[in-house]
């Protein structure tokens, strides 16, 4: 019997071991990838295996969804900043194959997409369909802030976010809530101490690091990448939506501390002040958003909301804020065809602007300008006998949304210094009798308007 080669048979099985792994390649690259989902043209720029997972991901993530009957629409900032740049031709494109994946293969970990509370059934199958698909999923919970309320703090929690993961890749699921303002809230995504942390890189979410609210968006359905999608009508503006979004809920817990202190005014003339109150608020809000100016509470009002979640009855005004870099000459006669006529004008657009309009029975909305410093932010005060002036001192701020009154506005992010500016330190104690040239902590003597000016700065109708 012959001795058998050893090399002969060494090469002769590495040479089958290749013909099998060509063959695999070749039967992936012809058969399984065609079946499986689109292959994009190498010609027009070919794709990593990392883009192409990510592609997949998101492929059965719209099969999943789809196969429940679960509307999500994409929110991912990333995913809708390429889109934005080629709306116009992916809103005219057909539905023909795509020749390259140029936006759900884009670099990132997670893509991210929104769902409508209302239409969220909480299907367990879904979960059970997702474990059978590959998917890793993670559920977060918190209780619901719509039940608070200064009768009772809600403990009822509610889904806020859905993590699914597959491969290398996640899907960020935000669930989105209607409130009584008429707005969409998504809630914060906080890890509860059983949570693996290192599920997923949670850090680089684009949401959930704070609560947001949104106006509801009109969606578009296009096709990208060969995927189905809805998307946001307008991209650019929900991005633009999205970099203020940030929301500050009411602070009940204080507010019932602080009526278990200062008992709360129930009185008839208490309750149909803030009935006043909120419908001026209200009209004040639809002026200014139908110009498109960005206002805040301020003042008193500011206080009502951050100390007691409601109008200081003996305050007898609503008071906004509004930076001067925003003001319209259009303010005062959109005000005055929406039923408030003009009460005084004190100031000027480039110095201490303030407006004052009669509301109903004797309540008045107050608008304050705001200048911005390097260091600081201030609005003036005029004094109409005597053309005195008097500036009011703020460290800077940015602006967060809230909802006060059953109405979508926007409050100081930084409300604590905004108001122990404002107040001192003993804000939380009432002052009924309050003088605004002397009894605000802020308040400066700011020199006397000329004489031959008070005609143009100091006007009272």
């Known amino acids: 019997m012959q001795k058998v080669n050893k090399n002969v048979v060494l090469a002769v099985l590495s040479l089958t071991s290749l013909v099998f792994l060509l063959f695999q390649l070749y039967y992936y690259k012809f058969y399984l990838s065609q079946k499986n989902g689109t292959v994009f043209s190498k010609a027009r720029g070919s794709q990593s295996g990392q883009d192409s997972t990510r592609w997949h991901v998101v492929r059965k993530f719209l099969g999943l969804i789809s196969s429940h009957n679960i509307p999500v629409y994409l929110i991912d900032p990333l995913i809708l900043?390429?889109?934005?740049?080629?709306?116009?031709?992916?809103?005219?494109?057909?539905?023909?194959?795509?020749?390259e994946c140029k936006y759900f293969c884009a670099p990132r970990d997670f893509t991210t997409f929104a769902l409508l509370d209302k239409a969220w059934k909480h299907e367990v199958g879904l979960f059970r369909t997702a474990e059978k698909m590959g998917?890793?999923?993670?559920?977060?919970?918190?209780?619901?802030?719509?039940?608070?309320?200064?009768?009772?703090?809600?403990?009822?929690?509610?889904?806020?976010?859905?993590?699914?993961?597959?491969?290398?890749?996640?899907?960020?699921?935000?669930?989105?809530?209607?409130?009584?303002?008429?707005?969409?809230w998504h809630g914060p995504l906080r890890l509860k101490q059983h949570m693996d942390r290192k599920f997923v890189p949670f850090r680089k979410l684009h949401f959930g690091r704070y609560p947001g609210a949104y106006e509801k968006p009109e969606l578009l359905l296009v096709s990208i990448d060969d995927l189905k999608v809805q998307i946001p009508k307008n991209p650019s503006s929900f991005l633009e939506e999205m970099s203020h979004s940030?929301?500050?809920?009411?602070?009940?817990?204080?507010?019932?501390?602080?009526?278990?202190?200062?008992?709360?005014?129930?009185?008839?003339?208490a309750v149909e002040f803030r009935k006043r109150a909120k419908s001026l608020l209200h009209l004040a809000a639809l002026t200014l958003n139908n110009l498109g100016v960005k206002f805040w509470l301020s003042s008193g009002t500011c206080l009502g909301w951050y100390r007691q979640c409601n109008v200081i009855p003996y305050s007898k005004d609503v008071d906004l804020g509004i930076f001067i870099r925003d003001y319209k000459a259009d303010i005062i006669p959109a005000f005055q065809k929406a039923g408030l006529p003009l009460k005084h004008k004190f100031g000027k657009v480039e110095d201490s602007l303030e407006l004052s309009f009669q509301g109903d029975d004797d309540v008045k909305l107050d608008i304050f300008f705001f200048y911005e410093e390097d260091d600081f932010i201030w609005n003036g005060g005029t004094q109409a006998k005597s053309g005195k002036k008097f500036k009011y001192l703020f460290p800077k701020f940015t602006l967060c949304w809230t909802e006060f009154v059953e109405l979508k506005v926007h409050v100081p992010c930084e409300t604590l210094q905004y108001v122990e500016a404002n107040y001192g330190p003993d804000w939380k104690v009432p002052v009924k009798t309050w003088d605004w040239k002397n009894s605000p902590s802020n308040v400066q003597y700011n020199g006397v308007w000329p004489v031959d000016e008070w005609d143009e700065v100091i006007q009272i109708y």
């Open 246 to 269: 940030r929301f500050l809920e009411c602070r009940y817990r204080e507010a019932r501390a602080f009526f278990q202190v200062y008992p709360d005014d129930a009185s008839v003339d």
């Open 81 to 99: 900043g390429l889109i934005d740049k080629d709306i116009e031709q992916i809103r005219s494109s057909s539905d023909g194959p795509s020749p």
């Open 135 to 184: 998917f890793q999923w993670l559920k977060v919970l918190n209780k619901d802030p719509r039940l608070d309320g200064m009768d009772d703090l809600s403990g009822t929690e509610i889904p806020l976010h859905y993590i699914f993961k597959l491969a290398s890749h996640a899907i960020h699921l935000v669930v989105f809530y209607e409130r009584s303002g008429n707005f969409l």
